[in-house]
């Protein structure tokens, strides 16, 4: 099998590399390199990045340059780079829900049904978040009682939208077992207190799902100053090596999704672990284009 290398005028201009040449690149990485015939392999071509090969009985195939893994590697980096502790925290904690077998969403806008009636306040009544929340809303305790249900605050007609970090069912055929869940992901002790005083915001979660949970790393705050009603997971060690450890399951009750939540799922791609990413991608370039044969 033979490179063709590109021709390349010495005047000529290389071609700008976008992200679509890089999501590119990483697909002929991960196949069998089959070529498409189009635009993005000519800028590829042209830049080095790739090289087209030629094997004895005539089929093509494209090849990653050293060049061109080079720039897969600055790109990831910047990647990395890129995202806060935040963002790190929660695909950290989705890929342990997605191993764990659940269907998985990130930032979804979903429309949730809360009670605007005046409500109890917080137990919390010595230690640095009491003095934080002194002067916050009160707050309602969730899943208290019979009548703090999605259907008891109906006839408030109150809406608000809700953004969970993360949203999660299980995956299976039966509505019962769907176990509905939202995880909201705190990287600080002040986002955590900030998310605290909103107690609209946790009564839209209690709407959605059937368990809701606070994820920070540890030090972050003690279970105690969690109201009792959320599970509390926790990250030990570092972000890279660390282990989540559950510190309190929250308190179940049963949910019933709506079917505007329904809707919002439909229309959502839920996350997807690495493996199956690489299977996806795979079985895209499995095939050869039409009109070309197996080397």
């Known amino acids: 099998m033979t490179a063709q290398p590109f021709p390349t005028p010495a005047s000529a201009t290389p071609p700008s590399i976008t992200r679509f040449h890089r999501t590119r690149l990483m697909q002929i990485w991960r196949s069998a390199g089959w070529p498409c015939k189009d635009g993005l392999e000519i800028d590829l071509l042209a830049a080095g990045l790739i090289t087209l090969q030629i094997s004895p009985d005539g089929c093509e195939t494209l090849r990653l340059t050293d060049e061109g893994i080079r720039a897969l590697a600055l790109a990831r980096q910047r990647s990395v780079r890129a995202l806060s502790t935040h963002d790190r925290l929660g695909q950290k904690f989705a890929t342990q829900l997605l191993t764990s077998g659940r269907i998985v969403w990130s930032e979804l806008s979903l429309r949730a049904m809360i009670d605007s009636a005046p409500v109890a306040t917080t137990s919390i009544t010595e230690g640095p978040t009491a003095a934080a929340l002194a002067t916050?809303?009160?707050?309602?305790p969730l899943w208290a009682s019979d009548d703090n249900t999605p259907t008891a605050r109906a006839a408030a007609n109150v809406w608000r939208m809700a953004r969970p970090d993360l949203f999660s069912v299980r995956n299976t055929s039966v509505?019962?077992?769907?176990q509905?869940?939202?995880?909201e992901v705190k990287a600080s002790r002040a986002d955590l207190l900030s998310d605290l005083r909103h107690d609209a915001k946790r009564q839209a979660y209690q709407w959605l799902c059937e368990e809701c949970y606070y994820v920070f790393p540890a030090g972050i705050a003690e279970p105690e100053e969690i109201p009792e009603h959320f599970g509390i997971w926790v990250l030990q060690g570092g972000l890279d090596a660390g282990r989540f450890e559950l510190l309190?399951?929250?308190r179940h009750t049963p949910c019933t999704l709506p079917f505007a939540v329904w809707m919002a799922l439909c229309k959502a791609?839920?996350?997807?672990?690495?493996?199956?990413?690489?299977?996806?991608?795979?079985?895209?370039?499995?095939?050869?284009?039409?009109?070309t044969e197996a080397p």
């Open 136 to 140: 916050a809303p009160a707050m309602a």
């Open 175 to 178: 509505p019962a077992y769907l």
């Open 180 to 183: 509905p869940m939202v995880h």
């Open 248 to 250: 309190r399951p929250a």
């Open 269 to 291: 791609t839920p996350l997807r672990n690495n493996e199956d990413k690489a299977q996806a991608q795979l079985g895209d370039t499995a095939m050869p284009p039409p009109g």
